[in-house]
Each structure stands twice: as C-alpha cells, then as structure tokens.
C-alpha cells in the first residue's frame, strides 16, 4: 500500500525534531450500504476512502496527524505537523529501517468477497428480510432493513522496524421492526454481522432475522407490566453480553484504569466475580464481528484472561499503556480509521460458558425474571453502576418461562453482578455491535452463554396494590 522506501522517509522527518518513536498507519476502505425502509430503497451506495496518520512519540508526549492525500509531498508535510506539536528536541532517535515483519499466524478466511455479490443479490437479502418481518401480521407498521460491507485494507511502519499490512472483511444485516396495538408500540431488533464475507448468509437466514425481529415487538404487545423489586434475573445467551461489555469490560480497559476512572483499578490480583466467572478478550475467534489478525498498531491478536475463577488477571492495552505499564501489550490498540489514534478497545468480549444447561438454570429457578434481550443503558466506569432496558422478557413462574413482561430495566451494579452469578450454561453466543469511546466507533462482539445473577433490582411499571 506504500511504498517502503517512502515509509522510511516518512518515518525518518517524523523523527527527525526529536521524538523516540515514530509509526505511519495508511488506510484503505472501500464500503457499500443499503437501507431498505417501508419497502423502499433510502439508499444503495458505494464508497471509497484512502489516508494516512503519522505519530510521533516523545516520552509520555504523543502527537498525530493525518492526510487523505499519499503522495510524497503530503506524507512528509503530514510527518513534520505531527514532529512539530510533540518538540522532542536533541538528536533524532535511531530508525531500525522497516522491512516487511513475519505476519501473524491467524487466519480469518472469506469465502464470499463483497465484490463477488451484486447489487441485484444484495437487494434481494434486504427484501427477504423485509417480505418476512411484513409477513408476521397487520400490527407490523415499519420495518427497517440495513446491510452493509466493508474491505478495510491497512499498512503499518514503525520505527521500531516493524511492517505490516493486513485486510479486513466486514459484513452486517440488521433488521427493525415495529409493531403497533392502539397507543402501545413495541420494537424487535436482529442484527447479525461477521468477520468475513457474505458466507454470513450461510449461518443466518434473512428471512428468518426479519420474522425474529417482528416475532419479538408483537410478543412485546402483549406482554404485561413488569414488576418492580429484587428478582434472581436469568439472562439470556449473546444479548446478555452487553451488560458485562458496558458495565465491566470498559473499565478493564488500560487507559480508564491509569486515570483511575475504572471501578478495577489497583485490584489485579482480587477476587472481583464469582468463582464460576471466566471471561476474556479474544479477537482471534474465527468470524466473529470484532475478530482481526492483528490491532491497528501491527501486535498480534490474541486471547487476553481478564477474570479467572473471579480473581482479576489483567487489562487489554494498546503499545503506550504497555509501555508505560511495563507489560506486553495485548493486542487491542484499536482505531476507527486513519484519522485516530490507536486506544485501547475490546474486541470479542464474553464470559466463557458453564457446564450447565439453560433448561436446568430455568428449572432451578421458583421465580425471577428471564431478560431475552437487552436494549441501551446508562453506566458510571468509575463505579460500575448501571441501568438496562430490557426489550425482551419474561416472568419465571415455578422454574417455566411464563409471561412477557414489558417495561423492565434492570439496576445495578457491575462487579457486584459479577459477583452474584451463580449459575452459568453452556451455550456461549456472540451478539455483534459498534463501541463507541472518545469520538471512535470500532466493531466489538458482546458474548456470554445463558447465566443467572441471584438477586439483581428490576424496576417495572406494573402497579402494587
């Protein structure tokens, strides 16, 4: 993507004011987006982005700037803006002269390229989805089908002598659909995606995705109020997932725990979860949406243990947390494209499955809430306070699955749910999403199988009386 001569001059002026570490990042994407909304095509477009960011490093100094533009003239200009805001000053420190490094071993196979599939096909996915979540009943109103792709090709050189490329193939379909009965209205939400190409329809069935979504908002209509206390709380595979990513897997991130904005800093070590808690980050996980063979800094992916057994292992990092911290660095220097720098991010983010199955959790359990799905939430990182809707749930009534409920949100707090989990199953599955952290947007997986916490608050609306 650049030539290596060019990468050494580059790297050469970023040093050339000073700093102790320099790296050029170079970007390619191309994309394609469809949004198919009350049968109509909103819109069906291609797009194409190409740049470059230079950093530049100088002890716990860092400077970045970036460029559209490759040619040799602005990649220079692009070098010396990010020199020049760092002023290391003294003597240009030693550039090891990139040449290509060993690439990481991991492998993530596509076998359906995006360019491999027409516009025509990929139309045809979105209406299937659509045709099916329409097919469920007059009380669907508004259903709304989105499918995209991506092939993100990227180039690292580093002072350090490293040099890298890699690509990465990206595609989702996510199906909403709405269900309307007098003055209620409820909504159902699938949105599958993959590290790969459109062998994701292999494993999901558009039209399958699109009759969930609907089944979803019309069992929601009618669902009764949920009550309101604390409840032993079932939560359900995959979609669960998101309450450990949001409520305790940011604050295992380096950069929170160095400000001490994390409810984990300073407890490596400690028991923080229940026993039966294993959990990791693990962007090796072939075809899952947050996978790669490599960060957006060259490290190679790999399997980080954040909690084992209950007891805190470690945090996920980028180089200058692992620097800093004087610990390898974990693979997760994550960027949303050219024009950021790398911080630490999740990738796949779950808890590992139990030996359980979700049936036996049920039975188990007199009465409590199942939470199929959960929807947004607020979460304080400092202290691991939270609150979850949940868009899909249900009473537990006698150790069975009874009514739905709507309205629910659960309250609590992070390590404390960590804590109280007391049953886990086997049936680990991946929800895929986009984080967002400091102005980024970065593909992560939210994962976990089927567990319970043996009291957590749920606040309803169903009256007491």
Not at 152 to 171: H, K, N, P, T
Not at 404 to 418: D, F, S, Y
């Amino acid at each position: 993507m650049l030539d290596l001569s060019m990468a050494e001059r580059t790297l050469r002026r970023a040093l050339r004011d000073g700093g102790d570490f320099a790296e050029v990042f170079v970007e390619s994407r191309e994309s394609y987006s469809l949004r198919l909304e009350e049968e109509k095509v909103e819109e069906n477009s291609t797009g194409r982005e190409t740049g470059a960011g230079v950093r530049v490093a100088y002890g716990e100094s860092m400077a970045y700037a970036y460029t559209n533009d490759l040619s040799e003239a602005s990649l220079l200009e692009t070098a010396a803006a990010a020199a020049a805001a760092v002023r290391g000053g003294g003597a240009a420190a030693d550039l090891r002269v990139p040449s290509p490094s060993t690439q990481p071993a991991i492998s993530h196979e596509v076998k359906m390229l995006p360019e491999g599939v027409s516009r025509e096909e990929k139309l045809s996915l979105a209406r299937r989805a659509d045709r099916a979540a329409r097919e469920q009943g007059p009380e669907v109103v508004q259903v709304i089908v989105a499918l995209g792709d991506s092939r993100q090709r990227v180039f690292i050189a580093a002072s350090d002598g490293r040099c890298l490329e890699d690509e990465r193939v990206r595609v989702r379909l996510l199906v909403q659909a709405v269900a309307a009965r007098g003055g209620d209205i409820q909504t159902g939400y699938e949105a599958p995606g993959m590290l790969g190409g459109y062998e994701l329809f292999e494993r999901y069935d558009p039209a399958e995705l699109g009759a969930a979504a609907a089944r979803q908002a019309l069992i929601m209509l009618d669902a009764r109020p949920a009550p309101s206390g604390p409840f032993p709380v079932i939560i359900a595979n995959g979609t669960g997932g998101v309450l450990f990513h949001e409520a305790c897997g940011h604050g295992l991130e380096a950069d929170a725990v160095f400000k001490d904005a994390s409810v984990f800093a300073g407890r490596l070590g400690e028991k923080v979860a229940s026993k039966l808690v294993f959990a990791y980050d693990d962007p090796t996980l072939p075809g899952i949406w947050g996978s790669y063979r490599m960060d957006d800094e060259g490290t190679p992916a790999a399997r980080t243990p954040l909690i084992e057994a209950g007891v805190l292992r470690s945090f996920i990092n980028d180089l200058k947390r692992a620097r800093r911290d004087r610990t390898a660095p974990t693979g997760n220097g994550r960027r949303q494209s050219y024009r950021h720098l790398p911080i630490p991010r999740m990738s796949n983010t779950f808890i590992a499955p139990g030996d359980l199955s979700p049936e036996e959790i049920i039975a188990d359990t007199p009465r409590g809430i199942y939470a199929k799905k959960l929807g947004g939430g607020e979460v304080n990182p400092v202290t691991g306070d939270f609150i979850f809707a949940v868009t899909e749930g249900y009473m537990v009534e006698g150790g069975r699955i009874g009514d739905p409920v709507k309205g629910a949100t659960l309250i609590g707090n992070g390590p404390r749910v960590l804590e109280g989990i007391d049953a886990i199953a086997d049936d680990l599955d991946f929800d895929a999403g986009m984080c967002g952290k400091d102005g980024q947007s970065v593909p992560v997986s939210t994962g976990q199988p089927t567990l319970r916490v043996h009291e957590l608050v749920v606040g309803g609306t169903a009256e007491v009386g």
